[in-house]
């Protein structure tokens, strides 16, 4: 199945009571191709997060529609339907450790899948999976969630998602708050799950050093709005467009344009990392 | 959840969100005692102007208060029914068993149901024009005189300042749970009462061991910057009674003596009601 994802002047604001904060999202177009892996970035309150939220209908659109391969969310859309697409949808939320409960690693990780009409027996086969996939010794599956480390339990979380086997992966900030090591496994075992399985993988991210390594495509979000969807590379060498976004480089490039200041001349093309740069200062004779 | 507003700030500036909370709290508190002197049609209604007269000085908007209501109204026709069906005296209407329909009871059905809503409406329009921090403060002010028989009524107004400091992350995370097991194909509010009670089991699991965590560090940080219970504290925020405070209680007392007045009115004038 095509699981495209695409956006129609998607509108969306939250409402507490009697308050309503403006739009956090303003008549965004999107369209995301089936199986590709795509990063969101933008600063803080930029409506990253809700533009992931309002993929699985966690959020609903006030104006406009979203597609989500055959299904759509649409303005006063019935809630019962919404299971189709959630589980479809993936969606892993920041420290997504904190919401788990279950006596087992095991009860926690088939959740999903049961409640998505699964039988339990083969919960208890996609369980055992899941955690080979993210990592994982199956024999965790007997120990309660809440005994395990922080690194554990957020991998425990992502394959409570896993189990659902969705087609498309959603994830706020998947690597915040673990160590490097940690974060950098969270980030390898995404992009295997992609390469693999074909997973439609969109992820908000802070680490440009992660899209510069991973993301095929980028989304920059401002004040509401989708204001770049492209490449890395193009995105990371635009100085002009990075300045006005106030956007962080990826290491390598933030060397690089340092040494292109020192130099007085451009390097022949961006470097998004280490071996990329090394690999131009070789080719022009710097090295 | 977003239905409950007693205990939901409403930000502005009216003359009533700047008035003293000790004083607010007080008038709230005398107000519920207040009530009970409407016992004739004249204060009644005389009370009545005045509820809505607070409501309209505090530049909320009547909507909002009365949706503050509605969660509660089945419990005050509970016992507005409770009262029509047990009084007797006057005309009776009906009588089946000990259950009379009478004069004597549909007023006093009035009268308390008059009373549940300008109660509700008062204490309000307190707690909607007072930042709660400001509301403990108060709190903490008329328990003071309890320090006499060793109440330490310090730690009771520094827990309950914490308390309330965080229901709004309290709020958020809730959400954001239910957001999470939601995602995960998870279904609140409906089915029967056992299946929505059970549906819950995976939202308060993850709130209460978060929350027992977020204690935890929170003792520590306290702990770590020299928190003792024992010592005597200053406060941060501090508290002014100013001239329009002392005016305001002296209206509270004046509605008391003018309710009087119309209830001894009612009884020579008016000897129906």
């Known amino acids: 199945m095509v699981m495209q994802i695409k956006l129609d002047k998607v509108s969306a604001d939250y409402q507490f009571g009697p308050v309503r904060t403006p ?71 920041q420290f997504p450790e904190s919401q788990l409960f279950a006596e087992t690693v095991e009860k926690d990780i088939c959740f999903g899948p049961i409640n998505f009409g699964v039988s339990e027996e083969e919960a208890r086969i996609r369980a055992k999976e899941a955690i080979r996939q993210v990592g994982l010794e199956p024999s965790l599956l007997d120990r309660s969630p809440f005994s395990l480390s922080g690194g554990q339990k957020r991998r425990v979380a992502i394959a409570g998602i896993l189990a659902m086997a969705p087609d498309i992966l959603v994830l706020d900030e998947p690597g915040a708050g673990l160590d490097p090591d940690g974060k950098e496994e969270i980030m390898d075992l995404l992009y295997r799950l992609h390469k693999e399985k074909g997973l439609t993988v969109l992820l908000v991210t802070h680490d440009m050093e ?78 | 959840m977003n239905k409950l507003l007693l205990g939901r700030f409403f930000p502005g500036n009216s003359v009533i969100h700047r008035l003293d909370a000790r004083g607010k709290l007080l008038g709230g508190i005398s107000f519920i005692f207040i009530t009970f002197l409407a016992n004739h ?39 507005v029914t409770l009262q029509i069906l047990f009084t007797a005296g006057g005309t009776i209407y009906f009588e089946w068993g000990p259950i009379t329909i009478s004069q004597f009871g549909l007023v006093n059905g009035f ?73 995960r194909g998870a279904v609140f509010g409906e089915g029967n009462l056992f299946q929505q009670m059970k549906a819950l089991v995976p939202v308060f ?9 977020r204690a935890e560090d929170l003792a520590d940080a306290m702990e770590v910057r020299g928190y003792q219970p024992s010592n005597p504290r ?7 009674w ?13 509605l008391t003596g003018i309710l009087i007045l119309l209830n001894s009115i009612s009884l020579h004038f008016l000897h129906i009601l």
């Open chain 1, 23 to 93: 739009k956090v999202l303003n008549e965004v177009n999107l369209n995301i191709p089936d199986g590709s892996f795509t990063a969101v970035i933008g600063h803080t309150g930029a409506g990253k997060s809700s533009l992931l939220k309002v993929l699985n209908g966690l959020l609903m659109p006030k104006e406009g529609t979203v597609f989500v391969g055959p299904h759509s969310i649409f303005p006063g859309k019935d809630q019962k339907s919404l299971k189709e697409i959630r589980k479809m949808v993936g969606m892993v939320f």
């Open chain 1, 210 to 287: 992660d899209v510069a390594k991973f993301a095929e495509n980028v989304v920059v979000m401002e004040k509401g709005k989708v204001v770049y969807h492209g490449s890395a590379r193009e995105l990371f060498g635009d100085e002009e467009k990075m300045k006005s976004w106030n956007l962080d480089y990826p290491e390598a490039r933030k060397f690089q344009i340092l040494l292109e200041k020192k130099l007085g001349y451009q390097l022949p093309r961006p470097c998004l990392t280490l071996e990329e740069l090394s690999d131009v200062l070789i080719e022009v004779g710097l090295v």
């Open chain 2, 41 to 79: 049609l004249l204060s009644l209604a005389f009370l009545w102007i005045f509820t809505f007269f607070i409501m309209k000085l505090s530049e909320v908007s009547f909507k909002i208060y009365f949706r503050g209501v509605r969660p509660l109204i089945w419990l005050i026709l509970f016992t």
């Open chain 2, 111 to 183: 009268y308390i149901f008059s009373r549940f809503v300008m109660i509700i409406l008062v204490t309000t329009v307190v707690t909607m024009t007072t930042k709660p921090l400001e509301l403990t403060d108060a709190i903490y002010f008329c328990l003071k005189p309890l320090k006499i028989f060793r109440v330490p009524v310090e730690q009771i107004s520094m827990m309950l300042s914490i308390a309330i400091r965080f229901i709004p992350n309290l709020f958020d995370e809730t959400q954001k749970i239910m957001d999470a097991q939601k995602a």
């Open chain 2, 205 to 213: 699991l993850p709130l209460f061991t978060n929350s027992l965590n």
């Open chain 2, 234 to 240: 200053t406060s941060f925020r501090q508290m002014h």
């Open chain 2, 242 to 254: 100013s001239l329009r405070d002392t005016l305001s209680m002296l209206v509270i007392l004046m």
